[in-house]
């Protein structure tokens, strides 16, 4: 198990490599100047060519790239073009608001839609069947940025119980957690119902039924663990597109995150700032990634086997040699 976590996290090098080379190329590409957005269009040539040289921006495609992998592996990932302060210090002063939102968005999720996908299941074409998949689709459907704005408009503006905007305590946290955590609750949801509805047709589930076994026990303690496989999957990918893509949220409700930090980064051409962004979120997702791959080791009993099996068969085979020596 050890080998493949090392070897896992060995292999992100190459991923992390291929998302610099291809976000830099986007960046380079993209029409649209930075000195200029920086000085503004009234600069004379001595003064554009100065800071043009100052950012580096005046060598070629090649070099710039290369210079700019070789700092990024000695921990440099430059500084931002309008403020100056190193890209790092931004990026990991916003990132725990994200990773915070995330957390909290992805725990009320798990906490609502595994429960009921699986009660879902368990009662299939029934009433509560019904509602909860006319729930999960109405939330899929919604349109996150207008979901805040309604809940902001609700609880803020009309009954005055909650903050509209920003993200410094417990109160604040509410309509932003809530609006990001109905919409990734939707896919968990479904998910959860149809990976049970497949599990409790199973032959083992009906000889647990047979054999006597209480049925809360067949459901939540079988079934649902063999059910959990996919819905971990689902939960990662959630949980990696939220670190990445909650800049809506983050917009409608002022928090200052870094989806948000990146969408203006974008907007003033600060390439360095959103460079350093992707590669912290490919990261993160990549770490997200290893993660949900080791639970479901703990989980799945079969797939810890093929490690354990690796192991015996090394043994086998080493033991087999010796006897012949």
């Not at 957005?37 to 290369?66: C, K």
């Not at 998949?133 to 809940?151: D, N």
């Not at 647990?208 to 996919?230: C, D, F, Q, S």
């Amino acid at each position: 198990m050890l080998k493949y976590i090392m070897r896992r996290i060995l292999l992100l090098i190459p991923v992390l490599l291929a998302v610099t080379v291809l976000i830099f190329t986007i960046l380079y590409f993209t029409p649209g100047d930075p000195v200029l957005t920086i000085l503004g269009d009234e600069v004379t040539e001595e003064t554009y060519a100065q800071v043009q040289a100052e950012l580096g921006l005046d060598q070629p495609y090649i070099i710039q790239l290369g210079r700019y992998i070789w700092n990024v592996l000695h921990g440099d990932f430059g500084k931002s073009y309008m403020t100056g302060i190193p890209v790092a210090n931004d990026l990991l002063s916003r990132f725990p608001t994200t990773l915070k939102l995330s957390l909290l968005s992805m725990f009320l999720s798990v906490l609502i839609a595994i429960p009921l996908g699986v009660l879902s299941a368990t009662h299939q074409n029934r009433l509560l069947d019904t509602v909860a998949r006319l729930v999960s689709l109405l939330w899929v459907s919604m349109p996150i940025f207008w979901l805040g704005l309604l809940l902001m408009m609700i609880f803020a503006v009309k009954l005055k119980w909650l903050p509209a905007s920003g993200f410094y305590g417990p109160k604040y946290w509410v309509l932003p957690v809530l609006a990001l955590g109905m919409e990734m609750t939707g896919g968990i949801l479904r998910t959860t119902r149809s990976s049970m509805l497949e599990v409790i047709r199973q032959d083992y589930i009906r000889t647990a039924r047979a054999k006597g076994a209480a049925e809360n026990r067949v459901i939540w303690k079988h079934a649902l663990k063999n059910a959990m496989i996919p819905v971990l999957t689902v939960i990662g990918i959630r949980f990696g597109n939220c670190l990445g893509g909650s800049v809506m949220t983050e917009t409608v409700f002022s928090i200052p995150g870094l989806g948000k930090f990146m969408v203006d980064a974008i907007k003033q051409r600060d390439y360095p700032i959103v460079m350093g962004g992707v590669l912290l979120i490919a990261l993160a997702f990549g770490i997200i990634n290893l993660v949900v791959d080791i639970v479901y080791a703990f989980i799945d009993p079969r797939i810890k086997s093929q490690y354990s099996s690796k192991k015996k068969v090394k043994k086998l085979v080493q033991t087999a040699a010796g006897k012949e020596a």
